[in-house]
C-alpha cells in the first residue's frame, strides 16, 4: 500500500513497495499455527513431552511441547553459546542443520527448570520444528506451504532452504544480532544473485 523510509543505507535509495524482505522470527508464529493445527487434528497433544519425540534433550521427560512453544522450557537459545555466535559472525552464510542448532542450544541447557521462568530461545523453535517433521513425515517447508503458504495465498513467501539469495527488488537489511560489540551487520547479500542459484521469496 505505502512505503517508508531508505531500502539501502548506503546508496539513500528509497524503500518501495513490493521489495522483499527477510521475515525471519516471525517464522515462529508459521511454526506455532502448525503446532495448534496439528493439536486440532489429533496428529499430537501440547501437552506432549519433547521426549516423546527428540531423544537427549535435557529434561526431554519434563519439558511439553506447550513450554517449547511459550518460550518456557529451560533450553537455552543456541544464540546463547559461542561455538554458533563465532562461527556465525565469522561466516554468515554457514549452513547449520537443526540438529546442529539444537546441539548448540542444549550444551548449554538446562537454565532453568521447566516452566520455571521465559526466555527466549531460538532452539525451542527449532525442536518444534523437527516435532512437526515427526508427525507429518514431511520437510517443515512443505508443511508451511500446504497449511499456511498456498492457503492465505502468500505466493511471494517461500521457505529459503539452504540458499542465500534474496529476489529483486529486496531492501538492505541491518541487525545488532546480539552482537553489541559491532556495528549493526547487513543482513543480505551483496547485490545479485549466485550463479545458477533459485533465489526463494521472502
Known sequence: MAAYGVA?????APMEVGMHTRIGSVTKTFTGTLLMQLAEDKKLSLDDTIGK???GIPNGDQITLRQLASMTSGIASYTMNSSFTDVYFAKPETIFTPTELVAAGV????????GEKFNYSNTNTVLLGLVIEEVTDEPVSDVYA?????????TSTSWPGDQTVMPEPYAQGFTLQGDLRHP???ATQPIGTLPGASPPAR
Do not use: M, N, V, W
Open 8 to 12: 539501502d543505507p548506503s546508496t539513500g
Open 53 to 55: 519425540y527428540i531423544p
Open 107 to 114: 550444551e548449554k541447557s538446562p537454565i532453568f527448570a521447566p
Open 146 to 154: 500446504q497449511r499456511i503458504l498456498k492457503p492465505l495465498g502468500l
Open 184 to 186: 549493526p551487520h547487513r
